[in-house]
Structures are given as C-alpha cells and as structure tokens.
C-alpha cells in the first residue's frame, strides 16, 4: 500500500503562483509514474499533469500547458508548479501514483491516490 501526502495548497490571487507536493511512503518510488488531478466543485476528475518514472515522458492538459511544470525529485516527492494561476484553476488538487507508465496516468489508469488539496484563486 502506498500513501500519497499532499500540501502547498491555498488562496492565492489571479497571476499568482502556489507549488504543490506530494510526499510518497514507498521505499520504490522511483517505480512508480506520478501525476495530478483536479476536481473542480460540481465537475468530474479530470487529468493535469503526469511523469515518469525517472522524469521522462511529461504529459499536461492542454489547460494548463505554459503555465504549470510537474517535476520529481530522487527520494520520495513529487511537485506541480503552478504559475499564473486562473480563477478556473480553482479546485482540489490530487496525487496520483501507478506503477504503469505516465501514459496510464494520463488516461486515470491510478491505483493510488492522495486525499487532495484545496487550491482556490480568486479574481
């Protein structure tokens, strides 16, 4: 079992900026793709941005492409950047991890998941 640990979450105004992490309790990480979801009030899940298993094959929503950068680093902590932020931007933001490759995580192939954090961005 692995268990995904969010924060960096919060209210920032428009063009503002908030990095989010997410810690993972896996001794293998480096095994593990790794990606962001959101969840807006009252819409479905929806992708953002996925990784792989050592860095490669970046994947991003056409939504926040130029904006965001999703990035890993060698012990357990996956990061989104999150640069000019947008009211539309405001949700709650999840980790997610499979040991497929990004490609999986881009298409919500996930088999574990953080409990999320709020991101709001006010006008």
């Known amino acids: 079992q692995v268990q995904l640990v969010e924060s960096g979450g919060g209210l920032v105004q428009a063009g503002g900026s908030l990095r989010l992490s997410c810690a993972a309790s896996?001794?293998?990480?480096?095994?593990?793709?790794m990606g962001w979801f959101r969840q807006a009030p009252g819409k479905e899940r929806e992708f953002v941005a996925a990784?792989?298993?050592?860095?490669?094959?970046l994947y991003y929503a056409d939504s926040v492409k130029g904006r965001f950068t999703i990035s890993r680093d060698n012990a357990k902590n996956m990061f989104l950047q999150m640069n000019n932020l947008k009211p539309e931007d405001t949700a709650v933001y999840y980790c997610?991890?499979?040991?497929?490759?990004?490609?999986?995580?881009?298409?919500?192939?996930?088999?574990?998941w953080g409990q999320g954090t709020q991101v709001t961005v006010s006008s």
């Open positions: 896996t001794r293998t990480f480096s095994t593990f793709a």
């Open positions: 997610a991890a499979d040991r497929a490759d990004a490609t999986n995580i881009r298409l919500g192939v996930v088999a574990y």
């Open positions: 990784i792989g298993h050592l860095g490669g094959k």
